[in-house]
DNA sequence: ATTCATCTTGACGACTTCTTGAACCTTTTC
DNA sequence: GAAAAGGTTCAAGAAGTCGTCAAGATGAAT
């Protein structure tokens, strides 16, 4: 087993943040830098870091979208580092999706235990985020669909019902699951959300199945929900 | 599925501090107290808690002392809660195994923000329960029902008496027991929903069973209901 | 203001599942 | 062996669910 060094994405628009960062962690890792959010999503998508260090104050997609986005495809540990003190702040990036938050000014010894901490726990190794059947690729790092090598083009909605399916592939989950991980939690009246979630894989069917009256994908579980199939 | 509510035991000798964190926690949590580091290894093992809160400053076995303990077994998330705010202590203890470090005073947004986020990372080994014997398999996590590795298509009512049988898998289900588990406690009438029961069975069988005449699987006990056979 | 894509709602037919009654089978009891 | 009790299977109507089409509502972009 080749050992070779942890990689660390350090995102923050200022440059002397990136420089002391780099500063005190490349004795230990390999640091890769982004300024935007734009090009930290890029590089997280290229570039595979084991943990990324993320400021909230990107100057064109805010931190906390930045996290939303990258919790679609990937489990990667992330944590923020931000002068925002306030707790909204902290509780709001936490349920982002992000693992821990620190707040500057912070020493470099509690950031690279933090760091520590986070690889420790994310030891598993992780599996592609890309699902694959037949004629059918979804690539949820790219935010890509091919049938047959042809990009399909899905309604934001669309996206969503397929992603939560490829993300527990091959498990049922129910019309309640769905609409809960779609549309939130709070509106989950009953039968109004049912259609409207029935109407949307109809539509996704109709783009991504060869024949819709006959799904191969995405398969019904009469009185319960859908089922991305795996085999 | 048992929605059952997941635990949090809370490691501190001041009574108040214990006191204020059930509060805040006991709305969205079971809360579990213990006021010295034995009680807290103790604890650990007998209830299994999902996340655990701890004091550094115990009485009688160090914080740091306890996190290397359950690290020695464990991987449950530990959440260091002191008032000991030196980057040393959360370096030492973030090394010794935390997960994180939160230092007193804290809001209780934050706290539980912070608890959500080490259970979602902690959620990943579901251990799924698993039925199988001879060339019958089924998956619960999944909803899978395999008979002969092919696919079997269950209704609801075919899979909850299913799902019960499974989960007292061996053990004898009066009729009571099932129709009281698959159509609420209500509607527990007499005959007509023991015949109800037994025509749902009977199609269970059909779909499971080899032999439908000579069961295999759901044997029935007569006069009291029926069983899974596990061996 | 207009256009466009998307979201949402309603209507309806096709299909699946539930429920019930009747006939048939099996075991126990007298 | 006949009767009774309990259990199983079949079939058919009732009830409910699902898929599709299409029209209206929304909202962003021009």
Redesign the interface.
């Known amino acids: 087993m080749a050992e070779t060094q942890l990689r660390i994405l350090v995102v923050d628009d200022e440059r002397p943040i990136r420089r002391f960062l780099n500063a005190s962690l490349s004795g230990q890792f390999t640091i890769l830098e982004a300024a935007t959010g734009e090009e930290a999503l890029a590089a997280a998508i290229s570039a595979r870091p084991d943990v990324i260090l993320l400021d909230l104050g990107l100057p064109d997609i805010d931190g906390l979208e930045v996290t939303r986005r990258l919790r679609e495809w990937t489990q990667i540990p992330i944590i923020i580092v931000s002068v925002r003190d306030q ?2 702040h ?2 709001a990036a ?2 982002a ?4 938050y620190l707040t500057k000014p912070f ?1 470099v ?2 950031l ?3 760091v ?2 986070a690889l ?2 994310a030891a ?1 190794p992780e599996s592609e985020p890309i699902f694959q059947k037949d004629d059918l690729l979804v690539d949820l790092a790219r935010r890509n669909v091919l049938k047959q090598g042809q990009a399909v083009s899905l309604t934001p909605t669309e996206y969503d019902i397929l992603r939560v399916l490829v993300q527990h592939a ?3 989950l129910t019309h309640e699951q769905l609409i809960r991980s779609i549309w939130g939690s709070e509106n989950v009246s009953g039968e109004e959300d049912s259609h409207l979630l029935r109407v949307n894989v109809s539509n996704l069917r109709r783009k991504l199945e060869t024949d819709p009256s006959r799904p191969r994908y995405i398969v019904t ?4 929900g859908y ?1 991305l199939k795996t085999a």
């Open positions: 707790e909204e902290k509780i936490l349920d999706g992000a693992d821990d020493g010894g509690e690279t235990a933090r520590r901490a420790r726990r598993h091959g498990k049922v579980e009469p009185g319960v089922r």
